[in-house]
């Protein structure tokens, strides 16, 4: 893995810990080499997260500022 890679990483992913270690497993452990493909399964991961809470306040009756969020992506296909 280049320091260049690694610098797009560190930018990409705002240099949080957890995101790059998403990287880091995609990159080595599961062999994905496309930047942009580990980036955008990093955003649906993190935009199904978003939808899983989203349900789960509802659930508890509880006010979601999260109301805004798509109801339906394409996930880019």
Do not use: C
Request: negative net charge; without cysteine.
């Amino acid at each position: 893995m280049s320091g260049n890679l690694i610098k797009r990483a560190v930018d990409a992913f705002d240099g949080i810990i957890g995101w790059l270690t998403y990287f880091g497993y995609s990159y080595s452990v599961n062999n994905l080499r496309d930047f942009d493909e580990i980036l955008r399964a990093a955003s649906l991961l993190a935009l199904d997260e978003l939808k899983n809470l989203h349900q789960h306040l509802r659930a508890l009756g509880m006010p979601s500022s999260l109301e805004h969020l798509p109801k339906d992506q394409h996930h880019g296909e």
